[in-house]
């Protein structure tokens, strides 16, 4: 019975340093994960820094295309809007932040003139690829500067752009917005 107890005791204590050793190997490789999980959170963090920058560069690109197609618009429409429309222009066509209320809204193009002896707003937007969200944006925007009669006579409404698709030229037609393409500027 005495032998049966030692031999018993000692494959315990075999097993046990099996054990042991199987909870050594497993502590190593939880640190290791660990290790790696650190370098992978580093690894993301830059990644997201890096995302952050690209948008900035892509957004800063957009404003360049933007700014180009609203300088070219500004430089041409008196003449286009007085050939194609019979608006004539007073004043200079601007880029302008209006404040009212507390509140405050860019126009890319701003402007007054008269059409058949009366006078009216000229208010654009300048878009490289014009969408159904851009015009809602935009008449949100005049509803707003109406409402507080910032603007308050008649407008002509535009886009001017590089693209839009058939079903949003339709969206802005029924809406009262022309669509001014970029090669007409």
Avoid: C
């Avoid at 997201?48 to 041409?76: C, F, H, N, P």
């Avoid at 949003?168 to 500027?185: F, M, N, R, T």
Wanted: glycine share 6%; hydrophobic share 35%.
């Amino acid at each position: 019975a005495q032998k049966k107890t030692e031999i018993r005791v000692n494959e315990l204590a075999e097993a046990q340093k099996k054990t042991e050793q199987r909870l050594d190997s497993l502590t190593q490789k939880v640190e290791a994960l660990a290790e790696a999980q650190k370098k992978t959170e580093e690894e993301v963090r830059k990644l997201a820094k890096g995302l952050r920058e690209t948008r900035q560069m892509v957004g800063g690109l957009s404003d360049t295309v933007g700014y180009s197609l609203e300088d070219r618009a500004i430089k041409s429409l008196p003449q286009l809007l007085r050939e194609q429309y019979q608006i004539e222009v007073k004043g200079r066509l601007v880029r302008k932040f209006i404040e009212y209320n507390g509140l405050k809204d860019e126009l890319n193009i701003f402007g007054e003139g008269e059409s058949d002896g009366k006078p009216l707003y000229i208010l654009g937007e300048a878009k490289a690829r014009l969408s159904k969200k851009h015009i809602d944006r935009f008449l949100k925007k005049i509803q707003r500067l109406k409402f507080y009669k910032v603007i308050t006579e008649e407008n002509f409404m535009f886009f001017v752009t590089y693209s839009a698709e058939p079903q949003i030229e339709e969206y802005a037609k029924d809406k009262g917005i022309e669509i001014i393409w970029s090669y007409e500027v």
